[in-house]
C-alpha cells in the first residue's frame, strides 16, 4: 500500500513555465513533509521540506503548497529551467512520534524543454 | 567531508550468492538508512538505525540483514541473492529522524 500518493508520474514544461507536483497521503500522524530531487545515476537529494503549522514555504524558485484539511501537498516549479530537469520525489514521515521512516511518492520525471 | 560513500557502485551476483553493500558516512550522524529503489516504485525503506547497536526493520526487510557497530558504518548484507532483489541501493544519514536525510551515490545490484 502506498502510504503517499503522487502525480503525474512525468511532466513536460516549456522553460519559463510552472511545473506543478501533487501529493496526497492518509495516515494524520505525518508531520514533516519533504521534496527530493533526483538527477540521473545520483542519490536523491533535499530541495525544500515544510512542517504541518504552515501552509506554504518557497525557497527561491520552488513553493511547496499544504492543505492538512486535504491531506495533500504540492511542488511548483516558477520559471522552470532546462536544469530543473530530474525525477522528484515526496516524500512524509512521523519521526517525531519515533517511527522515523520516511515514505516516499513514485516520482515525477520533469522534462524542461528549452 | 565526503559525506555518505557507499561501495560498489556496480555489481552483478548470481542467484544463491551473498554480498555485503558498504555505508560511511563521516558527519557523525545518530540516523542510518538502506532504501532501494525499483523504477516506478519511488524508495522504500528496508532497515534503519537510531545509533550503534541499535537497529530495526522497515517496509521491505525479508532477504536482508544489517548491523551497526560504530556511528560510522551501516552495512547491508544479501545473504541468498533473489532476482526479485534486483535493484538500486541507497544508503542515507540524518542528524534525527525527522530531518533531511543525505545519501549516498547508490550501489545498482543485478541479480541473475
Known amino acids: 500500500q502506498q502510504q503517499v500518493k503522487q502525480s503525474p508520474q512525468s511532466l513536460i514544461v516549456q522553460k519559463g513555465g510552472i511545473s506543478i507536483i501533487n501529493c496526497a497521503y492518509e495516515n494524520t500522524a505525518f508531520d514533516y513533509f519533504p521534496w527530493y530531487q533526483q538527477f540521473p545515476g545520483k542519490g536523491p537529494a533535499l530541495l525544500i521540506a515544510?512542517?504541518?503549522?504552515?501552509s506554504e514555504k518557497k525557497e527561491g524558485r520552488f513553493t511547496i503548497s499544504f492543505n492538512k484539511s486535504a491531506k495533500q501537498f504540492s511542488l511548483h516549479i516558477m520559471d522552470s529551467q532546462p536544469g530543473d530537469s530530474a525525477t522528484y520525489f515526496c516524500?512524509?514521515?512521523?519521526?517525531?512520534?519515533?517511527?522515523?521512516?520516511?515514505?516516499f511518492g513514485t516520482g515525477t520525471r520533469l522534462t524542461v524543454i528549452p | 567531508n565526503a559525506g555518505v560513500t557507499q561501495t560498489p557502485k556496480f555489481r552483478i551476483l548470481k542467484i544463491g550468492q551473498s554480498m555485503t553493500l558498504q555505508c560511511t558516512q563521516d558527519m557523525n550522524h545518530n540516523y542510518m538508512y538502506w532504501y532501494r529503489q525499483d523504477p516506478g516504485m519511488g524508495l522504500k525503506l528496508i532497515y534503519y538505525?537510531?545509533?550503534?547497536?541499535?537497529?530495526d526493520k522497515g517496509e521491505v526487510p525479508n532477504g536482508y540483514n544489517v548491523s551497526r557497530s560504530t556511528t560510522e558504518d551501516f552495512p547491508l548484507r544479501l545473504e541468498l541473492a533473489a532476482p526479485s532483489q534486483t535493484s538500486v541501493y541507497f544508503c542515507a544519514s540524518s542528524w534525527t529522524g525527522n530531518d533531511e536525510q543525505y545519501f549516498g551515490p547508490g550501489t545498482r545490484l543485478t541479480v541473475t
Open positions: 516524500a512524509a514521515s512521523m519521526g517525531q512520534t519515533g517511527a522515523n521512516n520516511l515514505f
Open positions: 538505525s537510531v545509533g550503534a547497536g541499535i537497529t
Open positions: 515544510i512542517r504541518p503549522d504552515v
